[in-house]
């Protein structure tokens, strides 16, 4: 069935919500001889946005670092939209395209402007024609308003905007999942909030996320299911609401116990 | 007395001459330096490689071109190799072959230092964007690289600029050799000879290697704005 444009988005808003995504079975990650997660289980559906939270080390940065190939996996298997990316014959380029990340540091590519920064990815490798490209660019940039500063270089910017921008250019490359990894923990407090937005923004439109944060009022808003990790384990797989009103195991309590003064 | 000795210089094709000394000095450099530098990417990349065999077989080379002096390097590959082989070696073509190579294992160690020194999450959020390895190097690690890598690659170009002297130990007829051979026929006749020949040639250096640590001072300031 080939449908095209507003149909195109309201079919997969209606119909494919519970059409999964990104299937982790068994996932086991070792550094040397430490396991830092182990047997970890989890589906995302399409449309659905899944927050990690756990304490410092827990391994939830590592799990997303799984989750597109930046990490080699010791056990268990990741399922792509029915494909498996374990092994060692996956073809990350091509899937990295589709699982788009932002991580905590600010990455653009300093030696590039804004747009420069953005282009890439969609030119070099997708190999897409420029002036669609072009197009998308300024349409996201102009939705993160950040339109008037395409040309700046990276140094010019602050962190709020870098992070605004690392998100368009991650973006830019039409994925089908996001990843964030802390984006916001590097950044001053009153920034945090512009980037917070965007990605509110992202999830009211239907995006498929997993967000490691440490923002627990912005987990509660966006999340359709907080995941709790502690030492490599998955603890608690619950609905936001439930989870910081009443979370089911000792550590998730003791962890949420430290956001309260 | 001074003043008669800079006559030395114009008399008869002896400006000419040095001249031509000079252009072999410079084509000997500038070939070095070019084919070095090209050598020495690929070098610097394999050392930042994850195969610790072709890392050691390039830290091997680039230790034999510390330890072993340069002259060395000249008398092994012009009186030795051809030995072996039985082919003639022309001086000129030595003199290439070693200060490229010599070029390219520092520049490879210049290239290492520049590729480590630069943030991991780099090269991650390269590889997020789906970027495959030469992608990642050409648009992303290389550019950033060259900036950091910049002072000690004009550092080791006048560095192998000077050093060039050393082929008149394998008969090549370089700026220096033929500053020699003025001097020592007008030495008897005209004793400042050797401070002028010499001084002369003080400048000619100077006139080749200053430009390049400039042109090294205009990108810095260039990319730091």
């Not at chain 1, 289980?41 to 799990?63: A, D, F, Q, R």
């Not at chain 1, 014959?89 to 600010?106: A, D, S, T």
């Not at chain 1, 190999?127 to 072009?134: I, N, T």
């Not at chain 1, 308003?145 to 910017?157: F, Q």
């Amino acid at each position: 069935m080939k449908l095209n444009g507003r149909a195109k988005e309201a079919f997969i808003i209606s119909t494919t919500k519970d059409q999964v995504l990104l299937e982790i079975q068994g996932l086991r990650k070792d550094y040397g001889t430490t396991t830092v997660l182990n047997d970890i289980n989890l589906t995302i559906h399409k449309g659905e946005v899944v927050v990690i939270l756990g304490p410092s080390g827990c391994g939830k940065s590592t799990l997303l670092r799984c989750l597109n190939g930046l990490e080699a996996i010791q056990g268990g298997e990741i399922r792509f939209a029915g494909k498996n990316l374990t092994g060692k014959n996956v073809h990350w380029q091509e899937y990295r395209q589709k699982i788009g990340m932002v991580f905590q540091n600010y990455d653009l590519f300093p030696h590039m402007s804004v747009i420069e920064n953005i282009l890439l990815g969609p030119l070099q490798v997708q190999k897409r024609p420029k002036k669609e490209v072009l197009e998308q660019a300024q349409q996201l940039l102009e939705r993160v308003g950040l339109l008037n500063r395409k040309d700046a270089y990276p140094r010019e910017l602050s962190g709020g905007q870098k992070q605004r921008i690392a998100i368009v250019r991650a973006l830019c490359m039409n994925p089908e999942i996001m990843l964030f990894d802390e984006v916001t923990a590097a950044l001053d407090p009153e920034m945090v909030r512009e980037v917070l937005d965007v990605i509110l923004g992202l999830a009211k439109q239907g995006m498929t996320m997993v967000i490691v944060t440490h923002e627990m009022g912005f987990a509660q808003a966006v999340a359709d299911r907080i995941v709790f990790i502690d030492a490599g384990n998955i603890c608690e797989i619950a609905k936001p609401a439930e989870f910081f009103a009443n979370p089911q195991t000792e550590r998730a309590q003791q962890f949420l116990n430290i956001f309260q003064f | 007395m001074l003043n008669s000795g800079i006559s030395v210089l114009t008399e008869g094709s002896n400006l000419l001459r040095l001249m031509g000394g000079l252009l072999i000095t410079a084509r000997i450099a500038l070939i070095a330096i070019i084919l070095g530098s090209l050598l020495g990417i690929i070098v610097g990349l394999v050392r930042t490689s994850k195969s610790r065999v072709l890392r050691f077989i390039c830290r091997f080379y680039l230790e034999l071109f510390r330890i072993i002096p340069i002259l060395v390097w000249l008398f092994f590959v012009y009186f030795g190799v051809p030995g072996i082989f039985d082919i003639h070696l022309e001086g000129e073509l030595v003199a290439v072959i070693v200060f490229s190579l010599w070029g390219a294992a520092e520049m490879g160690d210049i290239v290492r230092g520049a590729l480590e020194s630069l943030p991991k999450h780099q090269i991650e959020s390269g590889k997020a964007l789906g970027l495959n390895f030469w992608q990642l190097y050409r648009f992303v690690l290389l550019p950033q690289a060259t900036r950091r890598m910049l002072p000690g690659a004009i550092n080791l170009s006048t560095r192998m600029v000077k050093t060039t002297s050393l082929v008149v130990m394998i008969g090549v007829i370089d700026v220096v050799k033929v500053g020699q051979q003025i001097i020592e026929r007008s030495i008897l006749k005209e004793p400042t000879s050797s401070f002028w020949i010499y001084g002369f040639i003080f400048i000619l250096y100077f006139i080749i290697c200053y430009p390049l640590s400039k042109l090294s001072k205009k990108l810095e300031a260039k990319w730091e704005s």
